[in-house]
């Protein structure tokens, strides 16, 4: 099973980005019941939970993006998002998808001026 992650990239504070994790090789019969989440990890610092969506679509977020980041999936297309707006350069990490017990390879997202 291989975890795709896309969508970084450089974008100015208070900009928008979407990251797209695809599970393109997990049969959709075991995606539907996983959770999927997104998680970061800046230089020097720890890998961190942003936000996780249960096989319900209920959804945690932590403190620092809630209200600014929003996670969804769409089980047809084995895929999870991260929409993240108004971002800070604080949010400059590497962001990795995760679906169990599987990792996505990371894609680089840069705020800054």
């Known amino acids: 099973v291989q975890l795709q992650a896309s969508g970084g990239g450089l974008v100015q504070p208070g900009g928008s980005l979407r990251l797209s994790c695809a599970a393109s090789?997990?049969?959709?019969?075991?995606?539907?019941?996983?959770?999927g989440a997104w998680y970061r990890q800046a230089p020097g610092k720890q890998r961190e939970l942003v936000a996780r969506?249960?096989?319900?679509?209920?959804?945690i977020y932590s403190d620092s993006v809630k209200g600014r980041f929003a996670i969804s999936r769409d089980n047809s297309r084995k895929k999870v998002y991260l929409q993240m707006n108004s971002l800070k350069p604080e949010d400059t990490a590497t962001y990795y998808c995760f679906v169990p017990d599987y990792w996505g390879q990371g894609t680089q997202v840069t705020v800054s001026s």
């Open positions: 090789r997990m049969i959709t019969s075991v995606f539907g019941p996983k959770a």
């Open positions: 969506i249960n096989s319900d679509f209920s959804t």
